[in-house]
């Protein structure tokens, strides 16, 4: 007897046996009857990993709609009679009807209804491992399907909830899972076959891939905050209340998460990249006294690094043979499977199926020997005040181009991935960048919409990429982190940078250009991380269709109100004309042009008008969900800035002393005034713990300031381009506006002058001729002191005479060594001012 006969019988002798049912349903698939299975989950005798977790994911779903639990079996006889089979996974009928692993593409899944059965299965990965899947106790879960290897029966099973059962993963928090309830469950006999959009689709990446990240990845409030707590204590009760007194919260909470990003098809084809090369000052450069680093030293190999600095090289000499011959090998030896990213001292430790990542360290101080020099480009491409140039690009891709092609002798079919990143966006001009390079463009640009020039500078950038018809792997670096990265980097509160419906433009575009997918770098808020987990599976749904169902699904009869506040406030951040022309700080621009008294009341009433409207006390909490997350981040923000618009501002006459030509070995540094008052943390309004000082003074040609900072100076960090730490950073304008310039000077005296809006609105800008003279004194053990004589016919552009004002703030920014937080730190003169904030800076009378 075939073995699809007795189930066809059965499904016949049910329809029989049910006369009363509506036509309707007859038409329909039935998996529960009045609150009875009639349906039954099928496995095969040795299922993959993917389909017994598809298989517990499909059973837990349906319970939870319609009270009934359909057996889970690995026989197609032990089917009860009269029960339709769900078969699920690389089953036997499935590859009857030709649905074998070989005949699926990479991702591909499929839902098929036959005569007597529903098939979903979808290509897996060839693992076997017994999963454990109980949600009642989320720690004991093990052996679930990773996101990196193919799961095509899972999503499969997804696509058969969502699609056909009406089930909506809305957000990771209780009470975001929508479960259509109904006692019996009759789906549509619709067919699907497909693969996502995107074969890449990376939220948490940049988390080290914890799903335990994702909250605090997502979120507003920053994860230490007693809001940020109160939020998360909201949001999970039921998981507190289980797991706190044993000590096992956390376990659970990574699972719960681990098993949304599942949902959302959060994984794929790993395609990341990232600065490979900081391992390389590990390797060849100095041997660590950290011991885990220590064991990566080689040997010393000064010729691989940049040319023309001081002490350790900011980046490597990119014309440079031995550099070369050392990636191919490196490459070489990741793809034979003798070394991993880790063994290679790559910090964020890629692995395969991941590419050979090649990129560069994060800062533009590139080599300048000769060689390099005959490389770079003079213009600067393209013009205006945008982040994204192509001022390396032919140096850096010809870089690529050779270890490419030197990885191609011996492995012709392997390629590396770089970025098209800050000033090597643009596609090379004197050279063709190798067909098989892969390239992640960084939009780093993408939540500023409003930011016209910059935004449009990127776009078009993006199109070039995509133009290029050469079939280049192509895929995408989000910035999902701003504006929230600034704003806790300034300690102020950002105007949240909703923007679902440019998301939506933006993801259409990245299809028609053939990028084939992306990892995030931050990855809020809420709204934002369901409408792209969406896209990233299907960018042609509509993002208002998107919005429907996620207000609608949450809110209920609120829906309309809290829909009506997202866009409200999507609207103001996105909106260009809410800008002003010339920079000013995070904060004014937060809360002086977008977070407006008007527009708050505006927003308050709208979501006082939702909470009327929420008619169950789960439509309720979710709204409270919200004024904790988002609405209470916005009040405390516009408090916290009129705040900062009463602070007062340090107003400092500098004597003028005997005249000391520019030598601060001469200035009389007892007459100079001190700078008064506190300073202060991160540039907020809390005094800062640490004991720093400052005095200033001019002869009528030099401005002179002296620093102390009371620390041990032993522990100073000497960078090789002065930045990030430890240094003093002084910012300069003739006014609290554009333009401005910065000058930056560390324990060793190496000093760095940049100017900011002087010439076509661009940003740091290094001034090579800056007339300075410094001196840094390190020789106490308890004391470091920098003593600086400014020019002031060239300290600000134009410069300024006796008599004259100019605006100042003070910077000390620490390494961890020195500040024993574990992390940089950073200490201002003026309160509620950090760095390039100019409209709070102090002023400075030269008498």
């Known amino acids: 007897m075939a073995p699809g006969t007795p189930l066809l019988a059965s499904i016949l002798l049910l329809a029989v046996a049910l006369p009363q049912a509506h036509a309707a349903e007859r038409e329909r698939a039935v998996l529960v009857k009045d609150g009875q299975p009639a349906a039954c989950i099928v496995l095969s005798a040795r299922p993959t990993s993917a389909a017994q977790f598809a298989a517990h994911e499909l059973q837990w779903h349906l319970a939870q709609m319609t009270g009934a639990t359909l057996l889970i079996v690995r026989d197609a006889a032990e089917v009860s009679k009269g029960h339709l089979p769900l078969l699920v996974g690389d089953t036997e009928r499935a590859r009857a009807e030709g649905l074998t692993q070989l005949r699926f593409a990479p991702q591909e899944r499929v839902v098929r209804f036959v005569e007597d059965a529903v098939i979903l299965v979808g290509r897996d990965a060839d693992s076997r491992r017994e999963v454990v899947y109980n949600l009642d106790d989320l720690p004991s879960c093990a052996d679930w399907p990773g996101f990196y290897e193919e799961r095509g029966t899972l999503d499969a099973v997804y696509d058969f909830l969502e699609q056909l059962c009406g089930v909506r993963w809305l957000s990771l928090a209780e009470g975001g899972t929508v479960l259509p309830k109904r006692r019996t469950l009759a789906v549509p006999t619709r067919d699907l076959r497909r693969q996502p959009a995107f074969e890449f689709r990376d939220a948490i990446g940049a988390t080290g891939d914890d799903p335990l990240r994702y909250d605090p990845y997502t979120a507003l409030w920053p994860e230490g905050t007693d809001q940020f707590r109160q939020w998360e204590a909201a949001a999970y009760p039921k998981l507190h209340a289980q797991y706190d007194a044993s000590g096992r919260y956390l376990e659970a909470k990574r699972m719960l998460s681990r098993l949304f990003l599942l949902r959302m098809r959060n994984g794929g084809q790993p395609v990341r990249c990232n600065h490979s090369l900081y391992g390389y000052y590990q390797r060849f450069w100095e041997r660590s006294t950290d011991p885990s680093a220590a064991k990566l030293f080689v040997e010393r190999r000064p010729g691989m690094f940049a040319k023309g600095y001081e002490g350790e090289p900011p980046q490597m000499c990119y014309t440079s043979r031995e550099l070369i011959d050392q990636l191919v090998q490196d490459a070489c030896d990741y ?90 966006a643009m596609m090379p001009e004197r050279l063709k960048l190798d067909p098989r390079v892969a390239v992640q463009f960084c939009f780093a640009m993408n939540r500023s919409p409003a930011s016209r020039e910059g935004y449009e500078s990127e776009v078009r950038l993006l199109k070039q990429w995509g133009s290029e018809g050469v079939g280049r792997p192509l895929y995408l670096w989000l910035y999902y982190t701003f504006p929230v990265e600034t704003a806790n980097n300034g300690k102020y509160h950002c105007f949240p940078g909703f923007f679902a419906h440019t998301i939506g433009e933006q993801f259409r575009l ?306 961890p060594a020195i500040n024993g937080t574990g992390a940089l730190g950073l200490d201002t003169w003026v309160s509620h001012c950090t760095v390039h904030e100019v409209d709070r800076l102090g002023e400075i009378t030269l008498e």
């Open 335 to 424: 793809y034979d499977g003798t070394k991993t990213g880790a063994d290679l001292g790559i910090f964020w430790r890629p692995a395969l199926p991941n590419p050979f990542p090649v990129e560069p360290m994060d800062n533009s101080s590139f080599c300048k020997c000769d060689e390099c020099r005959k490389w770079l480009t003079a213009e600067h491409k393209p013009a205006g005040n945008v982040f994204s140039t192509g001022l390396y690009s032919d140096y850096f891709f010809h870089f690529i181009n050779e270890v490419q092609q030197g990885l191609g002798k011996t492995h012709p079919d392997k390629s590396i991935v770089t970025l098209a990143y800050a000033s090597h």
């Open 510 to 815: 990245f299809r028609q250009y053939g990028y084939r997918g992306m990892f995030h770098c931050g990855y809020g808020q809420e709204v934002e991380a369901y409408v792209t987990f969406k896209l990233m599976d299907d960018p042609n749904a509509e993002v208002d269709d998107l919005l429907d169902e996620y207000f609608a699904g949450l809110y209920g009869p609120a829906a309309q109100p809290m829909r009506q506040l997202y866009e409200a406030i999507e609207k103001t951040y996105c909106d260009p004309a809410n800008y002003p022309k010339e920079g000013v700080s995070g904060a004014e621009l937060s809360w002086g042009y977008l977070g407006t008294e008007g527009r708050m009341a505006e927003f308050g009433a709208l979501l006082d008008r939702a909470k009327a409207l929420a008619a169950t006390d789960e439509q309720k909490h979710r709204i409270g969900l919200f004024e904790l997350s988002v609405w209470s981040y916005m009040t405390f923000g516009r408090e916290q800035y009129q705040q900062r618009q009463a602070a007062p501002i340090p107003s400092v006459h500098a004597p003028c002393v005997t005249d000391a030509s520019g030598d601060v070995a001469k200035v009389d540094w007892a007459k100079a005034a001190p700078l008064p008052g506190s300073w202060y943390e991160r540039g907020g309004d809390k005094p800062s713990p640490r004991s720093l000082a400052g005095r200033i003074a001019h002869d009528g040609t030099y401005l002179y300031v002296e620093l102390t900072d009371a620390c041990d100076t032993s522990k100073l960090e000497a960078s090789a381009m002065v930045f990030p730490f430890d240094d003093w950073e002084l910012f300069v304008a003739g006014q609290r506006a554009l333009p401005y310039r910065q000058y930056a000077i560390g324990p060793t005296g190496l000093l760095v002058a940049l100017s900011d809006g002087e010439v076509n609105f661009r940003r740091n800008v290094p001034i090579e001729d800056h007339g300075i003279r410094a001196q840094s004194d390190v020789s106490a053990p308890d004391k470091w002191t920098v003593r600086m004589a400014l020019p002031l016919q060239s300290i600000i552009a134009g410069g300024v005479r006796p008599g004259g004002t100019v605006y100042l703030n003070i910077l000390r920014i620490s390494s």
